[in-house]
């Protein structure tokens, strides 16, 4: 059978079997009043004055309000029980008729909160993190919430309060010392609107901010999706300067390399970068291992060099995207553009949506489980005719529509040079932040 689950951090409620029982003000006083008792007889005397507000010798009238109140529970904690002689809510028999409430701490979320933090506060750092979590956990509300006006439970949700504050301090602590910066500041700076006043806080607190500028570096977005197992920021910076990421560079469908007096690709390029700080400016090493690459994919079409008078002649469909190998990484060469007759590349939205689906396909097959790093796909020569925060819109939208299907890789960094940043409505990333969340875009 079923143990009865009892709730006191939030709305009076018991739960046995999936049901949910939602308790009324004045039976849930008894009952809060039974737990604190814990495994103790409480007196209905004791009942009657603690929730009743009732002083002196009390009547036969108060004696009958307790009872029903009791009886209200056994049906409630025990609706296949014996009644009177139910062994979750017990009578004791004496000169004044006593109840005891018979419920394991694990039955109890206030007793259970209690428990897991004490435990936590003697663990190790990630073993108090799993047990705060769970603590944390219990908590939705008020303790006692609906019974905080009488006189005996001051004091208890005085204690729990303090059990609240004291789990996420632990917890904090125990994040930074794990080396989890963010997530100890999103911890304590929920306890600072608890505790505006603390000074040990506000200072541990522009420490860890001082540890994630140093961690970050660049970082101006981060959002975290835990249920997901992954992360999209955009960061200021080099992207060839990521060394613990996979690379993504823009090709066009024609995979030209020439970079020759830039009359086919721009030796400032993304492509351009690649040649020179990847491969050390060999361009026949950079075209060995891109014609290997290319060998099972099937051309789209050849041109003639009548028509086209420089650069590669066999095209390849958009989308088509080759993973290199260079240094223990993955360089993902994706052909998002289409090169012109007339050695002008040109993309379109349509274009990049498909090619960051073939993306994500080739992230799940070759990405070991590594960050990706990529550039502001569409924003350079690929003309798409549409502002950077549309295209830094759809990348990551891409990426977490595919993450809720399958899981693509731990971390997708947009990474963005100093001087283009500007060019991003920063707080455009604030709106993004809670699209993102919701689902929309």
Same mark, same amino acid.
């Given at each position: 059978m079923s143990r009865p689950y009892v709730r006191l951090l939030g709305p009076a409620r018991v739960e046995i079997g999936g049901a949910e029982t939602l308790l009324r003000p004045i039976t849930a006083a008894v009952l809060a009043r039974l737990i604190i008792a814990e495994n103790e007889p409480v007196t209905v005397h004791e009942i009657s004055h603690d929730v009743w507000g009732r002083i002196g010798t009390i009547?036969?009238?108060?004696?009958?309000?307790?009872?029903?109140?009791?009886?209200?529970?056994?049906?409630?904690?025990?609706?296949?029980?014996?009644?009177?002689?139910?062994?979750?809510?017990?009578?004791?028999?004496?000169?004044?008729?006593?109840?005891?409430?018979?419920?394991?701490?694990?039955?109890?979320?206030?007793?259970?909160?209690?428990?897991?933090?004490?435990?936590?506060?003697?663990?190790?750092?990630?073993?108090?993190?799993?047990l705060l979590t769970q603590a944390l956990g219990l908590w939705r509300g008020r303790p006692l919430g609906d019974v905080d006006d009488r006189p005996f439970a001051a004091q208890i949700v005085r204690r729990l309060t303090d059990y609240h504050h004291a789990a996420r301090r632990t917890l904090m602590y125990a994040y930074s010392d794990l080396e989890l910066p963010d997530r100890a500041l999103k911890v304590g700076e929920g306890l600072l609107r608890d505790l505006p006043d603390d000074q040990e806080l506000v200072s541990f607190l522009a420490e860890l901010r001082r540890q994630l500028r140093t961690k970050f570096?660049?970082?101006?977005?981060?959002?975290? *999706? +835990?249920?997901?197992?992954?992360? &999209? @920021? #955009?960061?200021?910076? $080099?992207? *060839? +300067?990521?060394?613990?990421?996979? &690379? @993504? #560079?823009?090709?066009? $469908?024609? *995979?030209?390399?020439?970079?020759?007096?830039?009359? #086919?690709?721009?030796?400032?390029?993304?492509q351009g970068q690649l040649l020179r700080r990847i491969y050390g400016g060999d361009r026949a090493k950079l075209d060995r291992e891109l014609k290997a690459a290319l060998r099972s994919v099937t051309p789209a079409a050849a041109e003639s060099r009548s028509v086209k008078r420089h650069g590669r002649l066999i095209r390849y469909p958009v989308g088509t995207v080759v993973a290199l190998r260079h240094s223990g990484r993955r360089v993902f060469a994706l052909a998002y553009s289409r090169m012109g007759n007339n050695l002008v590349a040109e993309s379109s939205m349509e274009h990049l949506r498909l090619s960051l689906e073939?993306?994500?396909?080739?992230?799940?097959?070759?990405?070991?489980?590594?960050?990706?790093?990529?550039?502001?796909?569409?924003?350079?020569?690929?003309?798409?005719?549409?502002?950077?925060?549309?295209?830094?819109?759809?990348?990551?939208?891409?990426?977490?529509?595919?993450?809720?299907?399958?899981?693509?890789?731990?971390e997708l960094r947009v990474v963005i040079l100093p001087a283009e940043l500007g060019k991003v409505d920063i707080l455009f990333l604030g709106k993004l932040a809670g699209e993102l969340d919701s689902g929309i875009g």
């Open positions: 009547q036969r009238e108060d004696r009958t309000s307790v009872q029903k109140r009791i009886l209200e529970l056994r049906r409630i904690l025990d609706p296949h029980g014996p009644g009177e002689s139910s062994q979750v809510l017990r009578t004791e028999r004496g000169r004044v008729s006593a109840y005891r409430l018979a419920l394991q701490r694990d039955q109890v979320d206030l007793l259970q909160f209690q428990d897991l933090t004490l435990r936590a506060h003697q663990a190790v750092p990630a073993s108090a993190v799993k570096g660049g970082e101006v977005f981060r959002q975290d *999706f +835990a249920d997901l197992s992954t992360s &999209l @920021v #955009v960061s200021r910076g $080099d992207l *060839f +300067a990521q060394d613990d990421a996979h &690379l @993504v #560079v823009g090709f066009t $469908d024609t *995979f030209d390399t020439a970079t020759d007096q830039d009359l #086919v690709i721009s030796e400032h390029s993304v073939r993306l994500w396909d080739a992230v799940y097959l070759h990405g070991q489980r590594k960050p990706v790093a990529l550039p502001l796909l569409g924003a350079g020569l690929a003309r798409i005719d549409v502002g950077r925060e549309e295209l830094l819109s759809v990348i990551l939208n891409s990426f977490l529509t595919r993450s809720r299907v399958q899981f693509v890789c731990p």
